[in-house]
């Protein structure tokens, strides 16, 4: 099979060995070079991986030398918009990691490249790609429980990282939330409308700074939806792709992130004299899957390509998912509720 998808690697770093093993299954792909500011790392994966290809310290030469049409963006959150904007002015698609970018006006300009330059923009959300929240989602889809009027994610964590994360002023918003506004956007298929957050370092925290908070955001489609996480919550956790419930008309729906969903839906009978109602569970169906998490989302990217069409993560749609961190972080800073249209058009630091 012909190459179709000649790929520079941007990023040698832990994360990075994950898409390439993943792109070195299909037929179709070649990595044609690999890039990292030092180049000793670039060099020691292309060993790891047994790859022949050139490596490089820089992306527009990397792309120009190889005549690559794809790029993998798996550097660091501050390199984004510069690996990004370059990789698409040069003609490359362009599939990242998580967060799209450090600021709005960065996510904007990467948007503007992408859509001028007519080439796919796509960010990593593994975490939409679980069997279980598409079941989920699903159940909720199908008019389940009704309308949707609240939705709620418990993420309770005791993660001693030591490193970086142990100093950041907000490590909690910055570098984990965004993965649980996401699922909630994709539950719910709605988007943020406003939020109020509230953020603390809680009694035995390792952290120095906040790894602790509450929002409450309002969606696009009139529900709420409550967060409430930690990363220093010993004992009890919950899963990673936390616990979730979902309100509605009729019923209630439930995922704790490790086994299947379900509902509970008031039964069809009479119960006007019930003062507590009677409920049905409802299991949610089994979605197959051939590829998950990480595997699943570059599988769902290679696809848009090939259907010519914006994938589910494309940039245009993803800039809402950070667009509630940033809100979260503003919120946090002014104790007031901020309208997510405001960061939209605002340009507010980290």
């Not at 190889?66 to 660091?76: E, H, M, P, R, S």
């Not at 362009?94 to 796919?120: G, Y």
């Not at 506004?181 to 709605?190: E, G, K, L, T, Y």
Request: aromatic share 8%; glycine share 6%.
């Amino acid at each position: 099979m012909a190459v179709e998808h000649r790929i520079v690697v941007a990023g040698c770093g832990g994360m990075a060995n994950t898409w390439i093993d993943y792109a070195m299954t299909r037929e179709n792909t070649e990595i044609v070079g690999l890039v990292d500011i030092k180049e000793e790392f670039a060099a020691a994966m292309a060993e790891r991986k047994g790859l022949s290809c050139p490596v490089f310290t820089d992306i527009e030469q990397a792309v120009m030398a190889t005549k690559a049409n794809l790029v993998f963006d798996v550097t660091i959150p501050s390199s984004h918009h510069k690996v990004s904007t370059t990789a698409l002015e040069l003609g490359c698609h362009v599939f990242a990691e998580k967060p799209l970018a450090e600021s709005i006006q960065d996510c904007k300009d990467i948007i503007r490249h992408s859509e001028q330059k007519r080439k796919t923009h796509a960010v990593m959300q593994n975490r939409r790609y679980d069997p279980r929240i598409r079941a989920y989602r699903n159940l909720i889809a199908d008019g389940t429980i009704g309308q949707p009027g609240f939705i709620s994610a418990d993420f309770f964590i005791g993660a001693h990282f030591g490193g970086f994360r142990d100093a950041m002023q907000s490590p909690l918003l910055l570098d984990m939330a965004i993965h649980t506004f996401d699922q909630a956007r994709f539950i719910i298929n709605a988007n943020p409308v406003s939020v109020y957050c509230h953020e603390f370092n809680p009694p035995g925290s390792w952290y120095s700074g906040n790894a602790m908070a509450i929002c409450i955001f309002e969606m696009s489609d009139g529900s709420v939806f409550n967060y409430r996480g930690s990363w220093c919550a010993e004992g009890a956790p919950t899963s990673w792709e936390a616990s979730w419930r979902v309100t509605g008309e009729r019923g209630t729906a439930i995922w704790d992130g490790l086994g299947e969903p379900y509902a509970e839906v008031v039964a069809a009978n009479n119960q006007e004299s019930q003062f507590i109602r009677h409920v049905d569970h409802i299991p949610g169906k089994p979605v197959e899957m051939l590829h998950t998490f990480h595997q699943g989302c570059l599988d769902e990217m290679f696809a848009s390509l090939a259907e010519n069409r914006k994938p589910e993560t494309d940039c245009s749609d993803n800039i809402y998912s950070m667009a509630m961190v940033l809100a979260s972080l503003e919120s946090a800073k002014t104790g007031s509720k901020v309208l997510i249209a405001d960061i939209m058009n605002a340009e507010l630091p980290i």
